[in-house]
């Protein structure tokens, strides 16, 4: 946001293509602005699609969608996880060797398309095996016919990715929840039968792989086209020894990026799930809580922290960065790509969390019992005890993904260094404290009212599937961050002691500002109906601290010295810098103001 007084303050005007030319700290950033604005705007829309299906839609009609992703991911999660593979050793090779690189890509790429067969084969198979069960046969039916078409379109944006293009991936990625969006209306409005969800994934992975293809079309370079990624070629043979080298390392990158598929939340929900189904009668349930009740709110929190999650994708670009700066030697470039992407990171995702932490009970309250109707989730009355924990688990949640997601910037750096069993080792060891924390902290706190009457007679047992995901974030975070530390041998600069200062003063904003006063406020005198008007006075009071938000980072230098320049090239990408120019110059009157802070001369 401001920076020091020298050229960067002059820096000309760069096209979108000049940023992501450019290696180092500002292209990571640029390239993590993309991915992660493009992945809130799909998630946006597949939010809203779930808000208007769950009030149309049995729980069984929804299984159609809901259960087929669930095999889809399954099926192609080798294709995901190892793409953070397929980048580091194709870019480690061209910027070492332009054909060895071009042979590494089309070996992956061949690889890929293979496997993407062979599952895609195997998933038809029992599809057709499960025949006798209808729901199931067109479930698996609609999950296999996605299959293949995702191992492509991962070819393709994986490619991106290695000639930094991830702004062209980013909106391949963006259309998920937007297709998903219009598909699913389209079978509300024309009154289609709920089983053609389950082809959901198939159209909009369809449409994502003929995007990818244009994009990729534009700018292949020569010696990498469709006929050399999937044709067999004598002058870049398939072979053995650098299948089983991209396999392995893709096995550890996989590990590593389970997380970012949401898998790390699947395991909570799937460990809650199992404790209130059989021992719900143990934790007290009973009445208005069920174990329903209880496992879908998790799912409705989840649902709610989908932004902060998206942090997590921050990550992907600075492998390629690490990458590249590795084969040069370039350790400065290291540093500064870690500490901006990580300092980014930083300042988005714990806002987010203190947010999360002051606003959740409002925010359910909003969505349980204001002006929209969760039926799906059975919510339609809310009890105290259920408001609660809800509350405080969001809260916890949200802490304990911010952990995650600030992991995965340095995990994503160790792979681009070429050390992804390190990485998988810490993520590894998560999942486990995942598996075996969340029944202890759901049992432990569900006795807490029982142990210590005083504390009121809440049921505390959801909030803890927030501590196990907090506590398993304590742990990755700070391991990943100590090993990349020692590894790269760089030094922390995210100003971490300023942040928490202007966390605290965010915090109390929030809980001082009145929302409810304000929206019966706008009800009154513009009968828009107390719903819609907590909803706009909630939005309305978090726009104005987001703006306070970029006051305070200036005034207590959490924005310094180079990131004006990051600034400048970010929006430069989206081919809005004036929007950067504007904040610059905002930036530096704040960040001035402060005497303890550096002067500024311009």
Not at 28 to 54: K, P, R
Not at 267 to 278: A, K, S
Not at 394 to 413: H, K, N, P, R
């Amino acid at each position: 946001m401001t920076e020091a007084p020298s050229n960067e303050i002059k820096s000309e005007k760069k096209s979108r293509i000049d940023v992501f030319k450019e290696s180092g700290a500002s292209r990571a950033v640029a390239s993590s602005s993309w991915t992660i604005l493009m992945a809130v705007i799909g998630a946006i829309m597949l939010f809203i699609y779930q808000i208007i299906a769950g009030n149309l839609y049995t729980e069984g009609e929804l299984n159609f969608y809901g259960l087929t992703s669930m095999f889809f991911s399954f099926a192609v999660i080798f294709s995901l996880g190892a793409s953070g593979a397929f980048i580091k050793l194709a870019k480690e090779s061209f910027v070492l060797d332009e054909e060895k690189g071009k042979h590494r890509a089309i070996q992956m790429a061949k690889i890929n398309f293979i496997l993407g067969f062979s599952i895609n084969i195997v998933m038809f198979i029992l599809a057709f095996l499960s025949i006798h069960d209808i729901g199931l046969f067109i479930m698996l039916l609609g999950a296999a016919s996605a299959v293949l078409i995702a191992f492509l379109r991962d070819i393709f944006t994986n490619l991106l990715g290695v000639m930094n293009r991830f702004d062209l991936g980013a909106i391949i990625g963006g259309l998920f929840g937007v297709v998903v969006c219009i598909f699913g209306f389209t079978i509300i409005i024309f009154n289609i039968a709920p089983e053609y969800l389950a082809f959901v994934p198939a159209t909009m992975l369809f449409l994502m792989l003929i995007l990818s293809v244009v994009f990729y079309n534009r700018i292949k370079p020569k010696g990498l086209g469709f006929k050399d990624l999937f044709f067999p070629s004598k002058k870049y043979p398939l072979t053995k020894d650098f299948t089983n080298e991209y396999l392995k390392y893709g096995g550890l990158t996989t590990i590593s990026n389970l997380v970012v598929y949401g898998f790390y939340s699947q395991i909570v929900l799937l460990m809650t799930f199992i404790c209130y189904y059989f021992w719900g009668g143990a934790l007290g349930l009973g009445g208005l809580i069920t174990w329903e009740k209880m496992t879908q709110l998790l799912i409705l929190i989840d649902s709610f922290v989908f932004i902060e999650v998206a942090v997590i994708l921050f990550s992907g670009p600075v492998n390629v960065e690490i990458a590249e700066a590795c084969v040069k030697n370039d350790y400065e470039c290291i540093e500064n790509s870690l500490n901006a992407v990580g300092r980014v990171g930083l300042v988005i995702s714990m806002p987010l969390s203190v947010a999360m932490l002051v606003l959740a009970r409002q925010l359910l309250l909003l969505f349980m019992a204001g002006s929209v109707s969760f039926s799906i989730f059975g919510l339609t009355v809310v009890t105290e005890d259920l408001l609660f924990q809800g509350w405080a688990t969001m809260a916890v949640t949200g802490f304990g993904q911010s952990f995650y997601g600030l992991a995965c910037i340095y995990g994503a750096g160790l792979i681009g260094a070429g050390r992804a069993k390190q990485s998988a080792i810490a993520f590894g060891i998560g999942a486990i404290i995942l598996f075996i924390s969340t029944p202890i902290f759901i049992f432990l706190l569900g006795a807490i009212d029982n142990l210590f009457p005083i504390w009121g007679t809440y049921n505390y047992s959801l909030i803890g599937a927030g501590f196990s995901f907090l506590v398993s974030g304590i742990f990755v975070f700070p391991y990943l961050a100590i090993y990349s530390k020692r590894y790269f041998k760089i030094n922390f600069d995210l100003r971490i002691k300023r942040t928490i200062i202007c966390m605290v003063i965010l915090g109390l904003y929030l809980f001082l500002a009145p929302i409810e006063p304000y929206a019966y406020f706008l009800n009154s005198i513009l009968h828009i109906g107390l719903g819609l008007g907590q909803f706009v006075s909630f939005l309305t009071f978090l726009l104005i601290g987001l703006f306070l938000l970029i006051i305070l980072y200036c005034f207590f230098g959490v924005f310094g010295k180079g990131d004006g320049k990051i600034l400048q090239d970010t929006f430069d990408s989206f081919n809005q810098g004036w929007i950067a120019h504007f904040l610059r110059k905002m930036g530096r009157f704040f960040y001035n103001l402060n005497p303890k802070n550096p002067k500024l001369d311009n």
